[in-house]
């Protein structure tokens, strides 16, 4: 420990030509491995537009061969961080400790000068947003089998995160993107420690950060409440997705049927909600089960925040270890009645400022972000906020 601050002591960013030696000295004390930039490049042909396989608000993400003949995705942070290599290293020492089945595993990391580089275990099928809900151009057959087995481990990883980790993490962009699938269509929740590794000065990333708009709960959209709670939200969003296999928000239907969740209300009220089931499985399905999925997805987006479910309650009640049919269903906080109030900007993509990306242990309330614009329904949001960190 002595050893570990006397060498976070001096400034690391400005002494580049010391990191490999660094890297040695610190591999030895974290527990993470350290990729040297020169290894990640030979892995990826030097970072080839070939081995490209994504770009997010994080940066792009290449796919690449390690030493040891391990596939990767290796994702460059887009922006030069001036975040220490201490806190950066700390943050993803936790990360790297947690493990589970339905999460992505990080291999280590590069911090080389202002290199910062996430090293991941690399998954063969893509995410849901590029497959289930890509519009038709994917050979994988999503049954209802693979379907429930999909939303189940979501909410299994998601409740690790929320209940079994301390201190709790909070994904902050629970979405079809963020759910990437093995070779045996098993999901992984990707990036749920990002929010905490980027400072607040990589403006790039913070409409990533702050969450993409039809799974945003409307608490934290309008008062910056950032809270399990609306992880719940997105989650419940993205379980209406995957069983209707249609994204949250789709401008070229008519304008009742545009938003996933007001839809999914209507059909309840009117008792038609298995209409909505994705017309793919040719009504190959379990009705009494997708309707309860439906109806989980519902509790989860209430407007009122206290009455949704917790994660280790939704896998119960997606299992069906708890009966659902005798809960009062709230209407959803719908994300058209926030448009209409709360929207001013339309540009496609707001321009992010700044980000926060506190966390509390033990308390459901994280920091306090607000809203100072927002796109159209497709665009991600701006906030603004200092940066305060309470551990
Ligand atoms: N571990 C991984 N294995 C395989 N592909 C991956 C992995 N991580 C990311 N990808 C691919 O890279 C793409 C971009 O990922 P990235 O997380 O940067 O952006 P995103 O999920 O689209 O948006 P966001 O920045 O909000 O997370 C993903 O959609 C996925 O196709
Ligand atoms: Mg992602």
């Known amino acids: 420990m002595t050893c570990f601050s006397c060498l976070f002591g001096r400034n690391l960013d400005s002494a580049t030509q010391r990191t490999a030696e660094l890297d040695d000295e610190l591999s030895g004390i974290l527990n993470i491995t350290l990729y040297t930039h020169r290894e990640l490049r030979i892995a990826t042909k030097d970072f080839s537009p070939t081995n490209k396989i994504g770009e997010g608000g994080f940066g792009s993400v290449y796919k690449g061969k390690l030493k040891n003949g391990h596939m990767a995705a290796i994702k460059v942070l887009s922006t030069e ?91 902050r962009d629970i979405k079809a993107s963020n759910i990437l699938l093995d070779k045996d269509l098993t999901p992984k929740i990707s990036d749920f420690g990002l929010a905490k590794l980027i400072p607040p000065n990589m403006t790039q990333v913070s409409t990533r950060v702050a969450g993409t708009i039809g799974y945003l709960a409307p608490e934290y959209a309008v008062r910056g409440q950032v809270t399990r709670r609306a992880d719940i939200y997105s989650f419940g969003v ?65 407007e009122d925040q206290k009455l949704r479910p917790s994660m280790s309650t939704v896998v119960k009640m997606l299992t069906g270890e708890i009966d659902i049919d005798d809960k009062i269903i709230t209407k959803p906080g719908l994300i058209s009645d926030f448009l209409d109030l709360k929207v001013r900007s339309t540009a496609p993509k707001a321009k992010a400022e700044s980000i926060s990306t506190s966390y509390n242990s033990g308390s459901d309330n994280l920091d306090n972000t607000s809203l100072t614009s927002a796109g159209s329904s497709q665009a991600t949001m701006t906030f603004t906020s200092p940066f305060t960190r309470s551990m």
Request: charged content about 20%.
């Open 81 to 171: 961080s001036r975040q220490g290599v201490r806190e950066f290293l700390t943050e993803i020492q936790v990360i790297s400790e947690i493990e589970h089945e339905n999460l992505v595993k990080l291999y280590g990391c590069c911090v080389e000068g202002n290199h910062r580089i996430l090293v991941y275990n690399y998954l063969e099928n893509n995410s849901l947003a590029k497959t289930l809900l890509g519009g038709g151009h994917c050979n994988i057959h999503f049954s209802w089998r693979t379907r429930t087995k999909i939303c189940i481990g979501v909410a299994r990883g998601l409740a690790y995160l929320h209940e079994e980790v301390r201190p709790h993490i909070i994904h």
């Open 238 to 302: 993205l379980l209406i997705e995957i069983v209707s296999g249609r994204c949250n928000t789709n401008s070229r239907l008519p304008v009742e049927e545009q938003y996933l969740l007001e839809r999914t209300w209507q059909l309840y009220e009117r008792r038609e909600l298995l209409g909505l089931v994705d017309t793919a499985l040719n009504g190959n399905f379990d009705a009494q089960q997708a309707c309860r999925f439906f109806k989980i997805g519902l509790l989860c987006t209430q």
